[in-house]
């Protein structure tokens, strides 16, 4: 076994922690079954560990970001791993082109379809307890001081 952890580290370090140690040391990609199976050997944890702690532990690779899940079951480190984007262009896709003049007249037909206002109607028929209101011009009110 190459990680030999202290009774220090035994109790503070997590799974995740402890895994990531693993993958450094093994410097490999490993199935999640053998990776957890090293982590329990160097942790000194019973091997019921195994059956009891599998699922925490998938949860606790799924969520650090340290570690990618690859194919056929395979974890590795992340950083092992350059991430790729491949755009795929299918031939039944085709580019179109539109003009300005066409962009306008999209423009035009989507705001016929469009009625922002139907809701609104029924808002402005509602009294919203403002007709009695008073519009006072500043320069008037300076006048009626002196």
Do not use: C
Request: no cysteine; glycine share 4%.
């Amino acid at each position: 076994m190459k990680v030999k952890l202290t009774a220090e580290q035994k109790e503070t370090l997590s799974y995740d922690d402890v895994a990531h140690m693993v993958l450094v040391a093994y410097e490999k990609k490993m199935k999640i079954q053998d990776l957890f199976k090293y982590v329990i050997k160097a942790m000194g944890l019973p091997e019921e560990e195994f059956t009891n702690g599998i699922g925490d532990f998938f949860e606790l690779l799924l969520t650090d970001k340290r570690f990618i899940m690859l194919e056929n079951g395979f974890w590795d480190l992340k950083i092992n791993h350059s991430t790729r984007i491949i755009l795929e262009e299918d031939e039944d896709d085709d580019l179109e082109i539109i003009s300005d003049t066409d962009k306008e007249e999209t423009l035009e037909e989507d705001d016929k379809e469009i009625n922002y206002d139907e809701e609104k109607v029924e808002d402005d028929e509602k009294e919203d307890g403002l007709e009695d209101l008073v519009i006072i011009n500043e320069d008037d009110e300076d006048n009626d001081m002196l």
